[in-house]
């Protein structure tokens, strides 16, 4: 006896089973079933020709230009070692020689007095004659030596084979979502210390009250300048100063990492900063107002005003810019609406400030925490939500990817080299080992 059609208000009897739900279906709705089924390759079909559209375009040239210019820098430091030695080698040289010479001198300027003060005496005798000719006879076949003087050089060939430039395809980074546990290093905070922090990969900067402190890969402490400056608003790197730029609220500053001083670099009493972000050739620096301003800043020798974006281009009227991260020629923005109460993160592209895309983000508001944001490998992203001590993990396209409880609330991140993420809590510095995808 056949069975009745799986579908509940079909009364049929069914014709068939379906292999791939083992369903009893009737001849009308096995028909359906299969119809369904051959639809959803449609939308696998465009999927494929659009993978297939973007391979057409895709640019190698483009994709690889920054590691040419990688092994380009390396040919360029190799010559300059070598015209370096080179010259140092020429230098010794040039300096053994010219002990030599002096030396000759010396003694010859040496004899000369001798033999002009007998002369101009008037009284000499045979010893002092003898003695006169013994030294110029010795003197004349020292200069025969250095005339022909022979070195012998030992130039050890210069090694570089296959070996000395590998490729090997860098492992994606994964982000723990246990990152609460464990830490491998915590630096407590200090009272009054703020949180801001920065690195350029070599060394960590961050305030630990009252002094600027330097990290080293090591995660040692290995120098403390005094700051006796306004509250530290934000902080970033900039690698064509090669310094360290430190922004409150009207002043920015200079701060070098490996002489350990600071200067002032620009003052603008009539405007309030907010936060700051470089990139090679700029800086970027938003107004503390609705409607925020987005001033940009060339850097060479001098810094000088380059342009400003204004509301609505930077935002809207009813909006603040709070926080920027540059990464990857991208400008991501951390934006605050005042009147939907809402916060949002934008990825611009900062020569024409068009948006790449928009997150909203479904969190609690309290206007006076300050969200801000880090850059995490793969042009992925980090939020940080005080108030609810929240870590929003976003991927590459403004994907929400996960959302992380923290055990304390965290208000600043930065990436530290390949191993370290660092989180700036209330209690300190928490600095987690990234984990490899193996």
């Not at 079909?10 to 009308?28: M, N």
């Not at 010396?106 to 000369?112: D, L, V, Y």
């Not at 101009?120 to 005798?125: G, H, M, V």
């Not at 246990?178 to 690195?199: C, D, N, Q, R, V």
Request: glycine share 2%; charged share 20%; net charge neutral.
């Amino acid at each position: 006896m056949s069975q009745p059609c799986s579908i509940t208000t079909c009364k049929r009897a069914s014709r068939a089973v379906c292999d791939c739900c083992q369903c009893y279906l009737c001849l009308q709705h096995l028909n359906e079933h299969n119809a369904l089924l051959i639809s959803e390759l449609n939308p696998l079909a465009d999927e494929i020709n659009s993978l297939s559209d973007r391979f057409k375009t895709l640019n190698k040239q483009n994709i690889f230009e920054k590691y040419c210019e990688i092994l380009q820098q390396w040919r360029l430091d190799c010559y300059q070692k070598i015209d370096h030695l080179f010259e140092q080698k020429c230098q010794e040289l040039d300096e053994l020689a010219s002990v030599k010479i002096t030396k000759q001198q010396n003694e010859i300027s040496q004899i000369r007095t001798k033999l002009a003060k007998l002369i101009n005496d008037q009284k000499t005798t045979p010893r002092d004659i003898d003695l006169l000719t013994s030294s110029i006879r010795y003197l004349e076949g020292q200069m025969n030596n250095i005339e022909q003087t022979c070195f012998q050089i030992t130039i050890r060939p210069l090694i570089i084979d296959d070996r000395s430039i590998t490729f090997k395809e860098k492992k994606e980074q994964q982000f723990d979502p246990a990152i609460g546990y464990p830490i491998h290093k915590t630096l407590e905070y200090t009272p009054g210390s703020w949180f801001p922090l920065a690195s350029n990969g070599t060394h960590l900067l961050f305030h630990h009250s009252p002094n600027l402190t330097f990290v080293n890969r090591e995660l040692n402490i290995i120098k403390q300048v005094h700051w006796p400056y306004a509250i530290i608003l934000n902080m970033c790197w900039s690698s064509t100063l090669n310094e360290f730029i430190i922004m409150t609220e009207d002043t920015i500053y200079l701060v070098n990492d490996k002489k350990f001083v600071i200067e002032n670099l620009l003052t603008n009493p009539k405007q309030n900063w907010l936060a700051c972000a470089c990139s090679d050739l700029y800086l970027f620096v938003s107004t503390n107002q609705w409607g925020s301003s987005i001033v940009q800043y060339s850097l060479s020798i001098t810094i000088d005003l380059d342009k400003q974006w204004r509301a609505p281009k930077s935002c809207t009227n009813d909006e603040c810019i709070e926080s920027m991260v540059y990464n990857n020629e991208t400008l991501a923005l951390m934006i605050r609406n005042r009147s939907e109460q809402s916060i949002r993160i934008e990825l611009k592209f900062p020569q024409t400030f068009d948006r790449i895309w928009s997150l909203r983000l479904d969190v609690v508001q309290d206007l006076s925490q300050v969200f801000r944001c880090c850059s995490l490998i793969y042009d992925e992203w980090l939020v940080m939500n005080s108030q609810t001590r929240q870590l929003l993990h976003i991927k590459k396209f403004g994907i929400l990817k996960t959302n992380i409880t923290y055990r304390h609330a965290p208000h600043h991140a930065s990436l530290f080299g390949e191993n370290f993420l660092v989180i700036a809590t209330d209690a300190g510095l928490n600095f987690h080992k990234l984990i490899l995808d193996t």
